[in-house]
Structures are given as C-alpha cells and as structure tokens.
C-alpha cells in the first residue's frame, strides 16, 4: 500500500505539473530555419522555477554560423542550464535568436525539432534503432546507415561481429542495452539524420571513455562542418581545438574568446583551469600556443 501511494504521489506531481503554453500555428518558423546557425543571447537569466533563485544571470554573446564553441566552468557553474536554456526548457528572461528570429515568437515544438541537444543522458525509446534514429519514419535506411556510420556507431561493436549494430538491433527501454556513450553516439547520429545547423552537445562526465569521447569529437569534425557546435566539456581536451571558449562562473560568463587568446591572459580563468589540468602542455600546443614560447613569456604559471 505504502509503495502505491509513492506512485500516486509523483502522479499528482504530474497532474499539478505547471504547463507550457501550447504550440501555436502562428508561432511555426520557416522549414529552413536556422539556415545558417547564427546565435545572439542577449541578458539571458535562467532558473529552475518561476520565482525560483536564478542560475544564469545576464548572459550576452554572439556564436557565429559554423562556429565550435566549448562551454567550461566548475561544476554548477550553469552550463547544462544554459544548454537548457538556448531551447527553452527552464524559465528563462532576456532572448536568444537563431538566425534573428527569438525563441520566445517560436512554437516550442519547432524550436526543439530544429534545434539539436544531446543531454549527458540521452533517452531512447524501446524499439529498434531505427525507431530511435527516426521515429516519425521520415527517413529511408540508406540515409539511417549514412548517420550511424558517419556517427562512428559501426565501429564500436566492429570487433565483435555476433553483435554488430544494424538498425534492426533491439533497444531496451531508456536504452539501457548501450552504454551512456553509446547512447550519446545514437543521438548524434539522429542529429545528423536532422542536419540541423546547431548542435548543442552536453558531454557526458566520466562515465564517458576517452575513445568514445575521440569518436564524437571526430564524428562533430568530419560530418558536422558546416554546423554551429556548443559543447559543454567535462575534460578540457575534448574542446581545446574549438574555435571559441566559453568559461561561466557562478551562472556569469566570465570569458569567451580564442583559446589561444585566453591562455594568453595573465590571471585568466581558462588559463587557471588549463593550469591546473596535468595536460597543460598539451592543451596549449592544441591551441595553437607553443608551450615554450608561453614559458619563456611567463604565460605559464
Ligand atoms: N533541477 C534543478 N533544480 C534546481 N536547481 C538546479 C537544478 N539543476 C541544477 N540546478 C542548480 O543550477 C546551478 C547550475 O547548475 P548546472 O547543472 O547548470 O551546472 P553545471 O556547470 O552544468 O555543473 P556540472 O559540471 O556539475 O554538470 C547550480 O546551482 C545547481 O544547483
């Protein structure tokens, strides 16, 4: 009895759920919007609740199309709250525009259809992969091959050729038959079905190996080039070579510029967490820094 009232407590908790407004027609972009991936945030604030305390405050910056952009901070520094925020998952107050159209005029729905995330635990569905890479059945297999191939998902099975991955291969629910690299690797391949032209990525933490982490790294590069790329790293090397570096603070965006301009910054925060990494030297070299012209420049702390 005790167990059946925990259930229908958190059905409660649904049923009293706060609602999103619902999407309207009026709000449907263009089929082609974002064309280009062109990002302005202007004064974004961010909490978990209406009301609530906020976690992002007063965010403002431009990521231009095509750009790779790596988002580093300490934990709760705000970085999943702001992928969050960029789709209009949590409150948010200030305004966000892919390609100048604000994502407060357009049906949530299609923002969230246009606009790829991959969270650090992405869901999939009980099915096959093929209903996980397509499940409105939009697209034929040779296009649902070309992504799991292009995501690097035939390869992380290859040497095991009884359980080699087609997209007949069975999912079990919230996916729990892949490992949560696997699953990330799913979900970029779904990004690449959607060729949407921004991705926001949320690496996962440590339960993530390094090769996988390589493979997507290197899947981003070669299939996704001319897409905007915002990756949340947990390991600095995953975003060393990005065109631009993010850094947050407290929910503030204290840095973002070139990395190698930032590591160039005396008292910098991208420089201190570089620093203290045991992987300086190589990071500085990824950024285009030569560690011993930096040494000899009293760069290095
Ligand atoms: N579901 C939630 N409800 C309320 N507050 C939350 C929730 N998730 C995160 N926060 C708060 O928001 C702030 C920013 O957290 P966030 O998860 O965005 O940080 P992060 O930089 O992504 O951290 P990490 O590196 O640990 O993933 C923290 O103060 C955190 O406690």
Known sequence: FEVSCNSLERIENYVNCEQEPKPTEAGKPPAYWPSSGHLVVEKLSASYSNGGEQVLHDLSFEIK??????????????KSSLTLSLLR???????????????????LNALRNHITIIPQQPDLLSGTLRDNLDPFGEYDDAVLNDA??????????A????ERITLDTPVSSGGGNFSLGQRQIIALARAICRQSKVLILDEAT??????????????????????????????LKTI????????????RLVE???????????????????DQ?????????????DPKEAEKHSWFS
């Open 256 to 274: 973002f510029d070139s990395p190698s301009k930032l590591l160039k910054k005396k008292d910098g925060f991208f420089k201190s967490l570089v």
């Open 148 to 157: 799991l191939r292009s995501s690097g998902l035939y390869n992380v099975q």
């Open 240 to 251: 060393g070579d990005s065109d631009k570096i993010m850094v947050l603070d407290a929910g």
């Open 206 to 235: 440590a339960a993530i190996d390094h090769s996988t982490d390589t493979m997507i790294q290197a899947s981003i590069r070669a299939e996704l080039r001319d897409v905007t790329v915002i990756t949340v790293a947990h390991r």
């Open 159 to 162: 040497e095991n050729e009884d």
């Open 65 to 78: 199309s095509g750009e790779r952009v790596g988002v580093v901070g300490r934990t709760g520094s705000g």
């Open 277 to 289: 990494s045991g992987e300086k030297e190589q990071l500085y070299l990824m950024a285009g820094v």
């Open 89 to 107: 998952l949590i409150p948010t107050k200030g305004s966000v525009m892919y390609d100048g159209l604000a994502t407060e005029h357009v049906n």
